[in-house]
């Protein structure tokens, strides 16, 4: 049977504009993460009215390191946090957590909240993956390596060796807060994925903005380079 490609199985989001929604309310930018953060659970408890089969997000790239110090400190305070309160809804949710990126290169602790987290969801249904310390150049040129050893390098086996492997294609890439462009998020994957990029702040982005996005892509016709 042909893939139905007015729904979306597969959604990515860059969720930007943390620091300018609390730049906007005169607040703390930790304030606009710990907003973000609520706008991530509420989307994640939205996916059981979606047809969404995976939800990706771009949680934190390699290039955020970058950052101050007490910023990247309180955003990995957060994911803890968000991890140890939100586990058991992931479970009762059948909310599978799938990780992109260089995970084990965080915190130990973090680490293992993780491969516990990995460990205890992996029977749910739904799959929302989080992309964390990555960089797509980074994923591309690993898994061509990873290819070579193993054989030819052709597209197949790329694929085969990204982070995403297993999980459908991506069809749609959300960017919020106005920005146009990709900043270095599932460059391959997003190959012929449709985009939609709106003004709006992710800590303000809520499941209406996400259905509004849903309906724009079944509008759309996707050709995949023919006619």
Known sequence: ME???KIARHVAIIMDGNGRWAKRKHLPRAMGHRKGVEAVRELVRSLKHTEIECL?????????????EDEVDDLMNLMRKFIKSDLPE???NDVKL???GDWRGLAPDIVAMLEDALEQTSGGSRTLA?????GAQAEIAAAARSAAEQGSITEEAIEANLYTAGLPPLDLLIR?????????????QAAYAEMIFTEVLWPDFTFAHLQDA???FAGRERRFGGR
């Open 98 to 100: 799938h990780i992109l």
């Open 176 to 188: 919020t807060s106005g920005e146009v462009r990709l900043s270095n998020f599932l460059l391959w």
């Open 3 to 5: 893939p139905d490609n």
């Open 130 to 134: 989080v992309a964390l310390n990555y």
């Open 56 to 68: 990706t997000l771009y949680a934190f790239s390699s290039e955020n390191w970058k950052r101050p």
């Open 90 to 92: 992931f479970i009762a």
């Open 214 to 216: 849903l309906d724009q």
